[in-house]
T-cell receptor
Framework: AQSVTQLGSHVSVSEGALVLLRCNYS??????LFWYVQYPNQGLQLLLK??????LVKGINGFEAEFKKSETSFHLTKPSAHMSDAAEYFC????????????FGKGITLSVRP | KAGVTQTPRYLIKTRGQQVTLSCSPI?????VSWYQQTPGQGLQFLFE???????NKGNFPGRFSGRQFSNSRSEMNVSTLELGDSALYLC????????????FGPGTRLLVL
């Protein structure tokens, strides 16, 4: 079965600083990987996805993630944090054998300090 | 194109009651999945429907059920509500079933008293 691990539940950065949110996955088949963001009282919004094409994936709002098979990682980064980036971020994996079921990590809350 | 819509957005019920939540997918999307989000358990997959058939089911008791209509709209039902069913219920739609990107609605927040 597939699984996702997001280390730490809370990350705090200063505005303008690098954002790095970590995600490690486990999957017995080549995975499809996703990052979603959730703002308070809202649903999930897709930031980016990896589907076995380019290993460096660019998403919306300046975010990008790099798929590293050897490290089973799919970390999310943004060069310069903005106050509006404060939200909860979820990494998810979709396993081919489980159709389109998504398995999510526990989520990381990102705070941005002025 | 309109996004995924869910109704109602907020709901308060008491233990033992039943509840029905509704989800309208993005136009043209035929797969609808449901997830439960709680602070303790995070996001958990409930079930998925495609062409009016349940194709995948998570590890939830039989009190949780769903269905999909010919227009792809979906409903989920929870019978005999328990306090632990208080959660945000999210619906997601996608074009087809296999590994397509899922687009989420705003959710229905259910509070069981």
């Amino acid at each position: 079965a597939q699984s996702v691990t997001q280390l730490g539940s809370h990350v705090s950065v200063s505005e303008g600083a690098l954002v790095l949110l970590r995600c490690n996955y486990s999957s017995s088949v080549p995975p499809y990987l996703f990052w979603y963001v959730q703002y308070p009282n809202q649903g999930l919004q897709l930031l980016l996805k990896y589907t076995s094409a380019a290993t460096l994936v660019k998403g919306i709002n300046g975010f990008e993630a790099e798929f590293k098979k050897s490290e089973t990682s799919f970390h999310l980064t943004k060069p310069s944090a903005h106050m509006s980036d404060a939200a909860e971020y979820f990494c998810a994996v979709s396993d081919l054998r489980a159709n389109s079921k998504l398995t999510f990590g526990k989520g990381i809350t990102l705070s941005v300090r002025p | 194109k309109a996004g995924v819509t869910q109704t109602p957005r907020y709901l308060i019920k008491t233990r033992g009651q039943q509840v029905t939540l509704s989800c309208s997918p993005i136009s043209g999307h035929r797969s609808v999945s449901w997830y439960q989000q709680t602070p303790g358990q995070g996001l958990q997959f409930l079930f998925e429907y495609f062409s009016e058939t349940q194709r995948n089911k998570g590890n939830f008791p039989g009190r949780f059920s769903g269905r999909q209509f010919s227009n792809s709209r979906s409903e989920m039902n929870v019978s005999t509500l328990e306090l632990g069913d208080s959660a945000l219920y999210l619906c997601a739609s996608s074009l087809f079933m296999l590994r397509e990107t899922q687009y989420f609605g705003p959710g229905t927040r259910l509070l069981v008293l």
